[in-house]
T-cell receptor
Framework: DGGITQSPKYLFRKEGQNVTLSCEQNLNHDAMYWYRQDPGQGLRLIYYSQIVNDFQKGDIAEGYSVSREKKESFPLTVTSAQKNPTAFYLC?????????????FGPGTRLTVL | GQQVMQIPQYQHVQEGEDFTTYCNSSTTLSNIQWYKQRPGGHPVFLIQLVKSGEVKKQKRLTFQFGEAKKNSSLHITATQTTDVGTYFCAGPPNFGNEKLTFGTGTRLTIIP
């Protein structure tokens, strides 16, 4: 089955701890994205990557970090510097740039920081 | 920066009634995409519009792209319970930009 996997579905962490969310795709897509969704709101872009070993900040990158060492993987670390990390995190990928290519989304990880 | 607004934010309709959501961008778009997110789910791509004034149909769904390429609409005829969810439009902030700005979304609920 081709697609995007995110794990875990639910994640609980204590305040002050860093946490890494995984995102894996076997669609052979070049581009990958991380979004944050808060209740009743739209998607806000955290980071995106067009190619391996390269990534760019999105609109709300502060308090987050990413790596893109492999084409299939784009993990997101939520650091203790992120002031309000509790949210639904969605990973997506597309064949090429987002402008003219549909994005395929993973099932998401719901992070709760206690 | 670019802003993409959608109205209404919420819409409750009786099953069988029509539904329309409107998307307005503060900048001209090279193209616009529409996504649907079911409750508790993730966004799923519906369609992309590229040409000024373009109209596309998918069964009961009709999508339009404005002549000025700054607005778009999604119209659902005779809604069904399967149409429940949040509908998002999304477009690149600048021509050639490789990221999307998502709209605020319209949440549709159906009264059986």
């Amino acid at each position: 089955d081709g697609g995007i996997t995110q794990s875990p579905k639910y994640l609980f962490r204590k305040e002050g701890q860093n946490v890494t969310l995984s995102c894996e795709q076997n669609l052979n897509h070049d581009a990958m994205y991380w979004y944050r969704q808060d209740p009743g709101q739209g998607l806000r872009l955290i980071y995106y990557s067009q190619i391996v070993n390269d990534f760019q900040k999105g609109d709300i990158a502060e308090g987050y970090s990413v790596s893109r060492e492999k084409k299939e993987s784009f993990p997101l670390t939520v650091t203790s510097a992120q002031k309000n990390p509790t949210a639904f995190y969605l990973c997506a990928s597309s064949m090429g740039g987002a402008s003219y290519n549909e994005q395929f989304f993973g099932p998401g990880t719901r992070l709760t920081v206690l | 920066g670019q802003q993409v607004m959608q109205i209404p934010q919420y819409q409750h309709v009786q099953e069988g009634e029509d539904f329309t959501t409107y998307c307005n961008s503060s900048t001209t778009l090279s193209n616009i995409q529409w996504y649907k997110q079911r409750p508790g789910g993730h966004p799923v791509f519906l369609i992309q519009l590229v040409k000024s004034g373009e109209v596309k149909k998918q069964k009961r769904l009709t999508f339009q792209f404005g002549e000025a390429k700054k607005n778009s609409s999604l119209h659902i005829t005779a809604t069904q319970t399967t149409d429940v969810g949040t509908y998002f439009c999304a477009g690149p902030p600048n021509f050639g930009n490789e990221k999307l700005t998502f709209g605020t979304g319209t949440r549709l609920t159906i009264i059986p």
